[in-house]
Nanobody, 122 residues
Framework: HLVESGGGLVQVGGSLRLTCAAS????????MGWFRQAPGKEREFVAS????????LVADSLEGRFTISRDNGRNTVYLQMNSLQPEDTAVYYC?????????????????WGPGTQVTVSP
């Protein structure tokens, strides 16, 4: 069971940190990921981190602004988002991968949170 929090309304150039809290499963055995979906668009990969946090990957277009991290002791994964732009407006989803290695496709994930809305105002 995954639940995201930390979304909201922010001005251009601002920052947000999203949190995903996991419960009821073997959190530390799975890679985790963040995806986002804007209205009328497909869900897209944002970032992924392997099971112990030693390796991570951020989408090329977001590299340098977004950072993923995890705390296995707290069963939590984070997405730090800086220099936010209007095109970052979307619902952001946390997901648990089937495997313990970085995963970039939605088909590689079998558990999803309900999502949290991020809106960046001009």
């Amino acid at each position: 069971h995954l639940v995201e929090s930390g979304g909201g309304l922010v001005q251009v150039g601002g920052s947000l940190r999203l949190t995903c809290a996991a419960s009821g499963g073997s959190f530390s055995r799975h890679a985790m990921g963040w995806f986002r979906q804007a209205p009328g668009k497909e869900r897209e990969f944002v970032a992924s981190i392997n099971w112990y946090g030693g390796s991570s990957l951020v989408a090329d277009s977001l590299e340098g602004r977004f950072t993923i991290s995890r705390d296995n002791g707290r069963n939590t994964v984070y997405l730090q988002m800086n220099s936010l732009q209007p095109e970052d407006t979307a619902v952001y989803y946390c997901a648990a991968a089937v495997a313990d290695t970085i995963a970039t496709k939605t088909s590689m994930y079998d558990s999803w949170g309900p999502g949290t809305q991020v809106t960046v105002s001009p």
